[in-house]
């Protein structure tokens, strides 16, 4: 199967994700249907799209007079069934419930044609998790894609043990095609490559904020305008080496000795249990009312168009 012969993009599952990623598609000419076993779920989808278009126009990054014929593109389907019935593309973007996502692969593998290829957008999942419901483990891998999905250039694909070479470059095309940046990894592992990476970092800024060394807005600064200005130009490997190895020895044995390593997230889990979870309630590490929540999402927005 060849990119050009991906034309028609199943989705599934209405949230956050699954949202962005039909609008991916449906930017980039894909006739899209979107499933989802909720009703209110389906009914939010459009008019989630429509918001994060405006969006889009609003800093430039698409003309306006674009977003009706974009809408149209993106089909919502209550029925499962008729959603994947001639899809080419199948992108499962449920809840991460390893349970619920092999009963949905299992519908996939029965109702969609048999050159479908089947995908995941779970961050932690593995595809050969899956792969065994569907009787087609050829044609089974992960897309992970990343909030926010029509922004972020990068997407990972994940073979599983038993995907067709031919299908990994295929997805690799199509994500090409759709604008996006595919990297593909050589082999499964859990948090695949930018959230482990991301969870290390993480780790260890709650560590430190926790240490009381910064406050959350220090080390957002920090980020902001240190690590991201030089990450956004050059990667880690090519900094070390501009660095030169002797230095980076030096300094990471006088720092790593001192590093979080923890095995669990336990001033995470203290703020959820406190019902504080970020800004959808208001208050996470920092505080957030719906401007802040708009002029930081606008902010992300402008910086990953000029990419």
Same mark, same amino acid.
């Given at each position: 199967?060849?990119?050009?012969?991906?034309?028609?993009?199943?989705?599934?599952?209405?949230?956050?994700?699954?949202?962005?990623?039909?609008?991916?598609?449906?930017?980039?000419?894909?006739?899209?249907?979107?499933?989802?076993?909720?009703?209110?779920?389906?009914?939010?989808?459009?008019?989630?799209?429509?918001?994060?278009?405006?969006?889009?126009?609003?800093?430039?990054?698409?003309?306006?007079?674009?977003?009706?014929?974009?809408?149209?593109?993106?089909?919502?389907?209550?029925?499962?069934?008729?959603?994947?019935?001639?899809?080419?593309?199948?992108?499962?973007?449920?809840?991460?419930?390893?349970?619920?996502?092999?009963?949905?692969?299992?519908?996939?593998?029965?109702?969609?044609?048999?050159?479908?290829?089947?995908?995941?957008?779970?961050?932690?999942?593995?595809?050969?998790?899956?792969?065994?419901?569907?009787?087609?483990?050829?044609?089974?891998?992960?897309?992970?894609?990343?909030?926010?999905?029509?922004?972020?250039?990068?997407?990972?694909?994940?073979?599983?043990?038993?995907?067709?070479?031919?299908?990994?470059?295929?997805?690799?095309?199509?994500?090409?095609?759709?604008?996006?940046?595919?990297?593909?990894?050589?082999?499964?592992?859990?948090?695949? =490559?930018?959230? !482990?990476?991301? %969870? *290390?970092? /993480?780790? #260890?800024?709650?560590? @430190?904020?926790?240490?009381?060394? +910064?406050?959350?807005?220090?080390?957002?600064?920090?980020?902001?305008?240190? =690590?991201?200005? !030089?990450?956004? %130009? *050059?990667? /880690?490997? #090519?900094?070390?080496? @501009?660095?030169?190895?002797?230095? +980076?020895?030096?300094?990471?044995?006088?720092?790593?000795?001192?590093?979080?390593?923890?095995?669990?997230?336990?001033?995470?889990?203290?703020?959820?249990?406190?019902?504080?979870?970020?800004?959808?309630?208001?208050?996470?590490?920092?505080?957030?009312?719906?401007?802040?929540?708009?002029?930081?999402?606008?902010?992300?927005?402008?910086?990953?168009?000029?990419?």
């Amino acid at each position: 199967m060849q990119p050009s012969t991906v034309e028609h993009v199943a989705v599934i599952g209405a949230g956050l994700m699954g949202t962005g990623i039909a609008q991916v598609f449906a930017m980039a000419g894909y006739p899209v249907s979107l499933s989802d076993s909720s009703p209110e779920a389906l009914q939010r989808a459009i008019p989630a799209i429509e918001e994060n278009l405006r969006l889009l126009a609003g800093v430039g990054a698409i003309p306006a007079a674009d977003i009706p014929s974009i809408v149209q593109r993106v089909k919502p389907c209550a029925v499962l069934r008729e959603a994947i019935g001639d899809a080419d593309l199948v992108i499962e973007s449920v809840r991460e419930d390893l349970a619920l996502k092999l009963e949905v692969f299992g519908q996939l593998a029965a109702h969609s044609p048999q050159h479908a290829l089947l995908c995941t957008n779970s961050s932690s999942i593995m595809p050969s998790q899956l792969a065994p419901a569907t009787q087609r483990p050829e044609n089974v891998a992960g897309l992970h894609f990343f909030n926010p999905a029509a922004l972020t250039p990068l997407v990972e694909v994940i073979p599983g043990d038993a995907t067709s070479p031919q299908v990994t470059e295929t997805l690799a095309g199509v994500l090409r095609k759709a604008g996006k940046r595919p990297v593909v990894l050589r082999k499964q592992a859990p948090g695949f =490559l930018a959230n !482990r990476l991301q %969870a *290390a970092l /993480v780790r #260890e800024a709650v560590s @430190l904020v926790d240490r009381g060394v +910064a406050s959350p807005d220090e080390i957002d600064e920090v980020i902001r305008y240190g =690590l991201s200005q !030089r990450w956004s %130009a *050059a990667g /880690v490997f #090519e900094l070390l080496d @501009l660095a030169g190895l002797d230095t +980076a020895l030096a300094a990471s044995s006088l720092i790593l000795p001192d590093l979080d390593s923890s095995t669990e997230a336990a001033s995470l889990q203290e703020r959820v249990a406190r019902g504080q979870l970020g800004a959808k309630t208001g208050r996470g590490f920092l505080s957030w009312t719906p401007d802040r929540v708009l002029e930081v999402k606008k902010r992300v927005a402008g910086a990953l168009m000029r990419g």
